[in-house]
């Protein structure tokens, strides 16, 4: 069965940096791209970015663009999100999926970006 864990939120200060982490398990990790979306009660699930299965490329969505990065590590089943320059509209719960619509989602990290 696949799982997605993610860890690593929490509350940080405008401006400031999070690294969140996501355990994946139940399928062949290597062969997936991976994608971080993130969830507030007022708004529908966003996409924040991918990566490729071999880690060469990634994409992000508008509100990413130049503040996070996504690494992979393959051999620990395991993707990244490094967030920098957090702004409070980063505030949300984040998750990491797979893209596969059989997939269940994982519980996801509630980041918050408070002075």
């Known amino acids: 069965q696949v799982h997605f864990v993610e860890s690593g939120g929490g509350l940080v200060q405008p401006g400031g940096s999070l690294t969140l982490t996501c355990a994946a398990s139940g399928f062949t990790f290597g062969a997936y791209a991976m994608t971080w979306y993130r969830q507030t009660p007022e708004k529908e699930r966003e996409l924040v970015g991918y990566i490729t299965n071999n880690g060469l490329n990634t994409g992000f969505g508008i509100p990413a663009k130049g503040r996070f990065t996504i690494s992979r590590d393959n051999g620990k089943n395991t993707v990244y999100l490094t967030m920098n320059n957090l702004e409070p509209d980063d505030t949300a719960v984040y998750y990491c999926?797979?893209?596969?619509?059989?997939?269940?989602w994982g519980r996801g990290t509630q980041v918050i970006v408070s002075s």
């Open positions: 999926y797979r893209d596969v619509p059989q997939d269940s």
